[in-house]
């Protein structure tokens, strides 16, 4: 069981650069999120997708873009990489109804120098 | 103001104490609670999840939610070293709706032998 899958683990960008974070969920949920998690933040919500086709900005959209792919991907983009995006990464995706729990991938650890 | 607001900690109990963990969160709308463990390096998992006022019970753990007071706890008895993580709170609903799942900024528990 996969579960939710990113990639990549570990990136390094100079301050200027442009990548991409990719997500993919094998659970068929609708739902599909990015969190940034910084020391003492906690998580903080970047952008979700309620289902596929639709997106909309978290808590601290600003330097970031998403698509939803299709149902089981949901990417997240850094067009012109900042230092102040040094982070780790999550993708989660959730079902309707049952608890509601997210399911997290295991993070992307960026360094943006 | 944050929308979801947790003391940082660190909380330190023996083993075999009762921790205490508390959360507040401004909308007032909001309608679904999580508490999610996160332990060093790691993604968060869910422990319990509440929708009602009262208290919710799994094994060790009690959530007590209070939308009066907006106001939602975690209490873990005969705590053992284990459970020396980061704990989350996340709410849902309100003007967000379902989709918008915010957390707090964790507190970290330390449970000492």
């Known amino acids: 069981n996969a579960g939710v899958t990113q990639t990549p683990k570990f990136q390094v960008l100079k301050t200027g650069q442009s990548m991409t974070l990719q997500c993919a969920q094998d659970?068929?949920?609708?739902?599909m999120y990015w969190y940034r998690q910084d020391p003492g933040m906690g998580l903080r919500l970047i952008y979700y997708?309620?289902?596929?086709?639709?997106?909309d900005k978290g808590e601290v959209p600003n330097g970031y873009n998403v698509s939803r792919l299709n149902k089981r991907e949901f990417s997240l983009r850094l067009e012109s990489a900042a230092p102040s995006q040094t982070s780790v990464y999550f993708c989660?995706?959730?079902?309707?109804?049952?608890?509601?729990?997210?399911?997290f991938g295991e993070g992307s650890r960026l360094t943006v120098l | 103001q944050k929308e979801v607001e947790q003391n940082s900690g660190p909380l330190s109990v023996p083993e075999g104490a009762i921790a205490s963990l508390n959360c507040t969160y401004s909308d007032r709308g909001s309608q679904s609670f999580f508490w999610y463990r996160q332990y060093s390096g790691k993604s968060p998992e869910l422990i319990m999840s509440?929708?009602?006022?009262g208290d919710k019970e799994d094994g060790r753990f009690t959530a007590q939610l209070n939308k009066a007071s907006q106001y939602v706890s975690l209490l873990i008895r005969d705590s053992q070293p284990s459970d020396s993580a980061t704990y989350l709170c996340a709410v849902n609903g309100g003007s967000g709706g379902y989709n918008k799942l915010i957390f707090g900024a964790g507190t970290r528990l330390a449970v000492h032998p």
């Open positions: 997708s309620a289902s596929e086709g639709t997106t």
């Open positions: 989660a995706s959730r079902g309707q109804g049952g608890t509601g729990e997210l399911f």
């Open positions: 509440i929708y009602s006022n």
């Open positions: 659970m068929n949920h609708n739902s």
